[in-house]
């Protein structure tokens, strides 16, 4: 069983053969939860809103857009 240590900032580094066997990349987000006194990570299930570059937006969208964002982003945090 593979073993990592906690920095002096909290983190650890998930073994190579751990994200090698899951296809863990960089820049990849993770959940993390607590079970009792184990901690389990995943891959987070979250898909991303993308944006047509280019295309002219009305104030209107914008605005939406960005309400949007922040109230994913508000759930996203629960």
Do not use: F, H
């Given at each position: 069983?593979?073993?990592?240590k906690?920095t002096?900032?909290y ?15 960089q820049?990849e ?14 891959r ?9 570059l280019g295309r002219k937006?009305s104030l ?13 982003a ?5």
């Amino acid at each position: 069983m593979p073993v990592t240590k906690v920095t002096r900032n909290y983190q650890i580094t998930i073994p190579a053969e751990i994200r090698k066997a899951l296809g863990i990349k960089q820049g990849e987000y993770l959940t993390v939860e607590l079970r009792g006194d184990e901690i389990v990570i995943k891959r987070a299930k979250r898909t991303w809103k993308t944006y047509r570059l280019g295309r002219k937006y009305s104030l209107e969208e914008m605005e939406r857009m960005i309400e949007e964002s922040i109230e994913e982003a508000l759930t996203w945090e629960e």
